[in-house]
Structure formats: C-alpha cells, structure tokens
C-alpha cells in the first residue's frame, strides 16, 4: 500500500463500511430459460380420466396415398413395404410388388434441371427420395400455374398416371435432388408379362376405385344422402360407421426429484423463501420442459402429428405471404393462430417489410403478436432450427405450424387430468413429500402430467423448409 495513502485525512465515513449497516434489496433468482409458454397459455385445455383421451372418428374407408420414406440418403433405395403406401400398389399381392420395385430408375438433378422429358402427365410417375421439386402446368390464357412444391417421400399424381393423363405438366428441380420415376412403358410392360399379374392388377385397381367412390373427400365412409324436388322418392338407407380401433392418448409426464438442505431452509429463509424459490426455479423448468415435448415429441407431438396432405412447401425457402396464404388455404375452418420460432417470425415479417405490406399487430396478455389475414403468429423458441450449429446463428431452416383448437371445433387440445393427489401450483402438477435422509436432505417428487392430441387431420397445417436468415439488401 502506497504511505501517502495512509497519510491522506479521512473527513468521512467510507461507504463500504457504512454497507455493513444497511440492508439490501434483493430479488427472487432469475433464470433466463425461462419463456412465455405461450402455446400452454392458447391451447384449450381438457380434462381426461384415469390418464387416457380416446379419439373417436369414422371410419376411414379409402385410405389416401402417404409419403414414402427413405431412412438413409447415402444408399437411397425403395422397399417394397413402403410402396404399399400408395393405391393401388397397396392392394397387389406382396409377392408380386418385389418385381415391380426394379422398374423404378434412380435420378439425379440439379437445381433448375427438368425433371420429365414429355409434356404428358400420365407419361411418368416419381416420388422424390431427396430434395424438392416444383410441378407446374400451364392455365387456360396460357400461364404457368404452380401444382405443388414436392419434397422427400412425396410423389407425383398417381391418379394421372393410372389414367394416362395427357394434361401438360412441368417438373424441375428448385435444389438437388435424388428421384426414383417409373415411365409408363415400363410399367404396362409389367403388367402385361403375365395374364395373372394383369388380373391382380386389374382387381387392385377395381378395389380401389371402388373404396374412393364409397368414400367421402377425406377418405371417410360416405352417408348415403338423396337431395331432390318434392315427391314420393326412396330414401337411402345409411349409417355413420366408427373406427373400430381407434387412437388413445396416454398422458405423458415431466418429473424430477428436488432435494433441499433443512439447514438452508432453517436459516437462510429470510427474507426469501428457499425452498418457494427452488420449487418456483424446478417447476419453470418443469414447464418448459412440457411444451417442448407437445411441440417435438416423436409419438404424439404437432411437429410428427401433421398428415402429408396439410404439409406445404415453401416456393423459395423465406416464409412469403403466399406461403402463408396457401397455409391458410389448409386449415380454413377457424384458423386459430400459427406457431414459430421467433426467427421464423422475424423472417416472415422481413418479406412482407420488402413487399410493402408490414403485418398488423394485435395485443394478447398484455403483449403485441404479428398477425397475419388476422390470425396471430405465436412465437415459440421449441420449434427446432435445423442447420443452427449455434445459439446465436441465423441460419437454418425451421416450420411454421398453424391450427384450429378446441373440442368443439375438431381442433387440436391440451389434454390433463386435474385433481390428482397431492396437486399444487397447477392442475396435474403433484408434489409429493420424499422424506429427509440421515444428512437432513428434504425430498419432493415433483410430476406433471399432460400431452396433446390433433382431434382431425386438418385442424393442424405446417409450412416446411423455411428459411431464416434471408435479408433484402435495400441500398
């Protein structure tokens, strides 16, 4: 220490000794994991017993075609299981399907290479192993007009190419992409190589038109309806048929132990509560923990529950507002809000500043939200960001989810089970005493109990593959 320092005349009390007689104010532990759970707050909630919801619907008649997968890219090949998936190979003997698996050629394009070589639809059938691909045809005054933006295990038309269709269509590739195509020639030559393989095929193909024509839209038996003039005219008889086996939704938990020292909670109580805050801090997290898993959980989470026909693609990789429109376009019935990452939100609302109409923004809770044809974007940090090798990076690619909720509506619901035993805080939420060991550590189990079930196929729509780290460049 300097001997001037301690020469220098003191003419007044050092502030750092005066703390040692004063209090402080203090806050409560902050922990920044901690977000508004905004989906556990919009989502209608319903009460279920004994920990199961059952989802009753009527029974799908016609079964309308699915993605086919392809679990490795780096030896990309088609199993004939999956081809069952589309109609009417679903419908041929199993031992036939083996021989027609050959038949698909595999391919390669680059973004902006043309997929078919003929202008006729019915010329060629593919399904997309990896990559995406845009399939247009041309309107009555001649324009192109956009069909679909196709991706992994999407095909194209079976039913233009079942009826050789000769509608002008146009397919190339917007990325790389790895497509497996069956050219008409090689497939009539299949069926006609045998007079038994061409009846198999041709009472596949009978049984399937016959389920779509006793199907509704949506692939549900049809209820026998007559519409008509007045006058003595027969009634069709007719009955709304259930799923024999229908989905139930088994409640899922979050659940951890908290240990607390009896001597913390005895002295150091004051002024802030210690064991309020340590059940406070575990049960945020607890929470957080229970929206991620309604958002990603692979059985029964929104991101895995969207049907193929409710998912669409993004025409340039940023999330436009025909993107969204075409979104809309699914979930039409009361569209309640769309749900995406924060990122995804920002990227939305970038497109739209460019294209000269800045989205609207209502107040929920206290908190502006962007809206979109007025219907809110609700952000959530749970929706993953694929290709975000880090916190703080904007790249990558994430989906932007929009749904109908409620029972009533057919929509997608919370699902709980309040009063169980030992609930506190919330409903579902136990904390049960776990006693306190010879080191005098108190215990709490600590369970919530929740899922999420998606009551219709089109309650829950998803726009894949968007893009988050476009920006305009404006000078």
Not at 173 to 194: D, K, Y
Not at 293 to 322: C, H, W, Y
Not at 341 to 356: M, V
Request: charged share 25%; hydrophobic share 35%.
């Amino acid at each position: 220490m300097d001997i001037n320092e301690n020469l220098m005349t003191q003419y007044s009390l050092k502030p750092n000794i005066a703390r040692n007689l004063s209090h402080s104010t203090k806050s409560v532990p902050m922990m920044e994991e901690i977000t508004p759970r905004w989906l556990l707050t919009f989502l209608p909630w319903t009460a279920v017993e004994s920990g199961i919801y059952r989802v009753n619907k009527l029974k799908e008649h016609y079964v309308t075609p699915g993605n086919v997968p392809f679990e490795a890219y780096e030896d990309l090949t088609i199993h004939p299981k999956h081809l069952h998936r589309i109609p009417p190979f679903r419908y041929i003997d199993p031992s036939l399907i083996d021989s027609v698996v050959p038949l698909f050629e595999k391919e390669e394009y680059n973004p902006g290479k043309a997929v078919t070589n003929s202008e006729n639809e019915g010329n060629k059938f593919f399904i997309v192993a990896k990559g995406q691909v845009e399939v247009s045809t041309l309107g009555h005054r001649g324009k192109k007009l956009i069909v679909s933006i196709l991706s992994d295990g999407d095909h194209s038309n079976i039913d233009a190419f079942m009826q050789k269709s000769n509608r002008y269509i146009g397919v190339r590739a917007l990325t790389p992409c790895v497509l497996f195509s069956l050219e008409r020639t090689a497939f009539e030559n299949w069926i006609n190589q045998s007079s038994q393989l061409r009846e198999n095929f041709n009472n596949a193909l009978h049984k399937w038109e016959n389920e779509r024509a006793n199907a509704n839209k949506h692939g549900e038996k049809l209820i026998n309806l007559h519409s008509g003039h007045l006058g003595e005219n027969t009634a069709p008889h007719t009955f709304p048929d259930y799923e024999e086996y229908p989905r139930e939704y088994i409640l899922s938990y979050v659940q951890t132990i908290l240990r607390v020292n009896t001597q913390v909670s005895d002295i150091f109580n004051i002024p802030i509560d210690q064991l309020h805050e340590q059940m406070r801090l575990t049960i945020e997290a607890m929470k957080e923990k229970q929206e991620w898993e309604m958002i990603n959980n692979r059985d029964f989470g929104l991101l895995n529950a969207v049907a193929p026909s409710m998912k669409v693609q993004t025409k340039k990789g940023m999330p436009t507002p025909d993107d969204m429109d075409e979104l809309l376009a699914r979930v039409w019935k009361k569209p309640a809000f769309f749900l995406a990452h924060p990122k995804a939100i920002a990227a939305f609302t970038r497109e739209c500043t460019r294209r000269g109409v800045p989205p609207k923004t209502v107040n929920f809770y206290g908190s502006p939200f962007v809206t979109w044809r007025g219907v809110p974007l609700i952000p959530s940090d749970k929706l993953p960001i694929k290709g975000d090798s880090s916190r703080q990076s904007r790249c990558g690619t994430t989906s932007i989810l929009l749904m109908r909720v409620g029972e009533g509506e057919q929509g997608v619901i919370g699902l709980h089970q309040p009063g169980i035993p030992d609930e506190k805080h919330s409903p579902s939420l136990s904390v049960k005493f776990g006693g306190i060991d010879n080191t005098g550590i108190t215990s709490y189990i600590l369970s919530l109990y929740f899922s999420v079930a998606v009551l219709t196929n089109d309650a829950l729509g998803m726009l894949e593959d968007v893009e988050v780290g476009y920006y305009h460049d404006y000078e």
